[in-house]
């Protein structure tokens, strides 16, 4: 029987859609697989709406303009 190993992503990264700036974010994996939620950019103070998608094998996280 094969067994897999899923090691935990601590931070994912977004580029500010504002600056071009990229941020980096905790991954809160209580939130559930798919997230949606408004952040100020800590560069530029403007507001992203970010998504993030968790599944077995990668994070990803990307920003929208809000």
């Known amino acids: ?9 601590d931070e994912a990264s977004y ?3 504002a ?11 209580s939130a559930g697989e798919e997230q949606e939620y ?12 970010i998504r993030v998608f968790i599944d077995e094998d990668d994070v990803r996280a990307w920003a929208e303009p809000e």
Do not use: K, L, S
């Open 1 to 9: 029987m094969r067994q897999f190993q899923f090691t935990m992503i």
């Open 15 to 17: 580029i500010c859609d």
């Open 19 to 29: 600056c071009g700036e990229e941020i980096v974010i905790p991954i809160d994996y």
């Open 38 to 49: 408004v952040e100020d950019c800590p560069v530029c103070c403007r507001p992203n709406i």
